[in-house]
T-cell receptor, first 113, second 119 residues
């Protein structure tokens, strides 16, 4: 079975632009979570979606939004990009039960100039 | 809010030796899950080991084992017979056992420990 996939692998944007990142979970997994990992730090939780509903949100501004589709894939959108949004964006999938293991994708490296 | 602390930014060990990575956490919950993830230079975050707080027995996965001290809120990772492929960033992470909304539903990570394996 394929693992979690993310696209694109790399992305370069300029300040003020908008970006959409995509994630496909492991087959059978209904929950997708998004994390931001700034260089030299651990990942920070942005969102969790389960069955197309937002289940949790971390401490990120409203410029960050996400959605989950009927096939459980997900998109993360970031508007009005800032230099500080440059990071590795990780997607993780799980079956959806509390406390269970999350499996991560390879990430999308976003550079904002 | 829960916090996870990894006090060792970098550790170095000789190949075939044993190394222990430290992790402490702060929580008011009694039931939760703890994880160690490995992130090699390829960036993919890989699960190393998982511990359920209600289980007293320490989790073990081949050469990897944990020392879980619930009262001390300590969760260290021991790597035996270190191999060159073990070189990576290691992250300790916490997750609540219940969905309570907000940021509690995600993993809370430490800042990581960079493990270097000396040949």
């Amino acid at each position: 079975d394929a693992g979690v996939t993310q696209s694109p692998t790399h992305l370069i944007k300029t300040r003020g632009q908008q970006v959409t990142l995509r994630c496909s979970p492991i087959s059978g997994h209904k929950s997708v979570s998004w994390y931001q990992q700034v260089l030299g730090q651990g990942p920070q939780f942005i969102f969790q979606y389960y069955e197309k509903e937002e289940r949790g949100r971390g401490n990120f501004p409203d410029r960050f939004s996400a959605r989950q589709f009927p096939n459980y894939s997900s998109e993360l959108n970031v508007n009005a990009l800032l230099l500080g949004d440059s990071a590795l964006y990780l997607c993780a999938s799980s079956l959806g039960r509390a406390g269970e293991t999350q499996y991560f994708g390879p990430g999308t490296r976003l550079l904002v100039l | 809010a829960q916090t996870v602390t990894q006090s060792q930014p970098e550790m170095s060990v000789q190949e075939a030796e044993t190394v222990t990575l430290s992790c402490t956490y702060d929580t008011s919950e009694s039931d939760y899950y703890l994880f160690w993830y490995k992130q090699p230079p390829s960036r993919q975050m890989i699960l190393v080991i998982r511990q359920e707080a209600y289980k007293q027995q320490n989790a073990t996965e081949n050469r990897f084992s944990v020392n879980f001290q619930k009262a001390a809120k300590s969760f260290s990772l021991k790597i035996s017979d270190s191999q060159l492929g073990d070189a990576a960033m290691y992250f300790c992470a916490y997750r609540s056992s219940t969905y309570s909304g907000g940021g509690a539903d995600g993993l809370t990570f430490g800042k990581g420990t960079h493990l270097i394996i000396q040949p």
